[in-house]
């Protein structure tokens, strides 16, 4: 990878880690399918008139990138957060890395190189210390929806990958204008309140709320597309692990949480992980 792309890389999870604060602000002032709706739907306006069509040939690949994406990574993510913590949300999001170079291996031939794997590896273990500690059964079924929208999230990377490279435009705005439907859907079966939601909000919950249009939506998922379409998912994905260290630290600046030791250790075996997943394998020389 480039600097520019490690840049990049580095810039996505800290804005994704910095959008958990913002979601759960805003699940408590929008019902959370609905909070996540008005999203897409936002997205899709300012989007979809500026940027080109899909192709025939791109349609499909696009349409189950939304359903992955939009719908079950997001809808299962928003609404186990909205259940839970974000600390714990965050941690447990970070099954999407490993999952996307797992899938990419059969999927896209992308054998993860033994320095990847163990990079990887060290940056689950500090994964692990983040979370480790009392709590963990209590939030089971806030966390299972997370794994779950994990696994949906790596999903839709490899998609990405094996269809692309799209423009990261035009896939954020299609596949957000596709993705509309699937949540109103779910949020008009499982939630209420939703118009009154509307009138109710305060200042806090239509900035989060823009926040994850604009800085989180648009910026930071055209980065990500953007990654995928030019580097090897075994590159790119690790980078995902940075997410709950940017995530706690959102966290102790907004929500008043403690810098612990715990916190320190774990952010530094998660970074250092990532490191290592960017040195190049060696290449033996010839004779």
């Known amino acids: 990878m480039s600097a520019i792309q490690i840049v990049c890389a580095v810039a996505v999870p800290l804005l994704w880690g910095y959008q958990f604060v913002a979601i759960k602000v805003g699940v408590t002032e929008f019902p959370p399918l609905f909070f996540l709706a008005i999203r897409f739907l936002a997205i899709a306006l300012l989007l979809v008139p500026v940027v080109k069509r899909p192709t025939r040939q791109q349609f499909s690949p696009i349409a ?3 359903f992955f994406l939009g719908g079950l990574n997001f809808g299962l993510f928003y609404v186990g957060l909205g259940l839970g913590s974000g ?6 999001y970070q099954l999407a890395p490993p999952f996307t170079v797992l899938l990419a291996w059969p999927l896209l031939a992308e054998r993860p190189s033994l320095t990847t794997s ?7 273990v500090g994964v692990v210390v983040l979370v480790a500690g009392p709590g963990l059964s209590a939030n ?7 794994v779950g929208a994990a696994f949906a999230f790596a999903v839709s990377n490899v998609l990405t990958k094996r269809y692309g490279p799209f423009d990261p435009l035009m896939l954020m705005g299609w596949a957000s204008l596709l993705t509309v439907p699937q949540v109103m859907l779910m949020s008009l079966l499982l939630e209420h309140g939703q118009l009154a939601s509307l009138v ?5 919950g239509w900035l989060a709320l823009a926040y994850t249009i604009f800085i989180g939506g648009i910026v930071g998922f055209s980065l990500w597309f953007w990654l995928i379409g030019r580097c090897s998912m075994g590159r790119v994905a690790p980078f995902g692990l940075l997410l709950p260290v940017f995530a706690l630290i959102s966290s102790v600046l907004f929500l008043g949480e403690r810098i612990t030791p715990k916190l320190i250790v774990g952010g530094l075996l998660a970074i250092s992980g990532v490191a290592i997943t960017q040195v190049k394998p060696r290449v033996a020389s010839q004779p």
């Open 64 to 66: 189950a990138i939304s």
């Open 87 to 92: 600390s714990m949300s965050a941690v447990a």
């Open 118 to 124: 163990a990079g990887v590896v060290l940056a689950f």
């Open 140 to 146: 089971a079924l806030p966390l299972l929806l997370v």
């Open 200 to 204: 109710t909000a305060d200042g806090r």
